[in-house]
């Protein structure tokens, strides 16, 4: 009994090994195409602005079967720099032409905070929870309407983005 209980323990140290080799080399093929960095400040009337969102849309689709420019996005820091990404945050943009939206939204959950999970509160039977609002001008919350456009390059990118 002790034999076979050591030679399972073989037998299954031998299976632990290999399925760490085996997922390691797995995971260093990846098939993402690869992202740029793409960082900047959003301002409004010269001040930052913490909290938005940046949104990254591509002017065209890539052709079927073609890799592209794909959506992007980020949430600007307390000093309204952002850092774009596409697979995972802020890991960079695909090259290519892209059209920009930027919003910023208060007030969204039954508290009328930030909407933050932390100011979470269910509303009371018979009380309506308080619709988010955008608190940035609303041509931007649009990318057709926001005037605002960036171009990729196969290089580290900086685009502030003023709004007014």
Excluded: H, W
């Amino acid at each position: 009994m002790q034999r076979y209980v050591g030679r399972m323990a073989v037998v299954l140290s031998g299976l632990a090994v290999a399925a760490i080799v085996l997922g390691g080399a797995c995971n260093r093929g990846s098939n993402k195409p690869k992202t740029y960095p793409v960082t900047g400040t959003v301002t409004l009337n010269g001040q930052p602005v913490p909290g938005a969102t940046v949104n990254f849309t591509p002017k065209e689709q890539a052709p079927p079967g073609q890799s592209g420019p794909q959506a992007a996005s980020a949430v600007t820091d307390e000093q309204g720099k952002y850092q774009i990404g596409t697979f995972a945050k802020g890991d960079g943009a695909l090259p290519g032409e892209y059209l920009v939206s930027v919003t910023k939204y208060e007030g969204g959950g039954p508290t009328g905070g930030s909407g933050s999970e932390e100011e979470y509160r269910p509303p009371r039977p018979g009380e309506e929870s308080p619709v988010p609002k955008n608190v940035l001008p609303q041509q931007y919350a649009n990318p057709n309407t926001s005037g605002l456009s960036v171009k990729v390059e196969a290089k580290a990118n900086t685009y502030d983005i003023t709004l007014q």
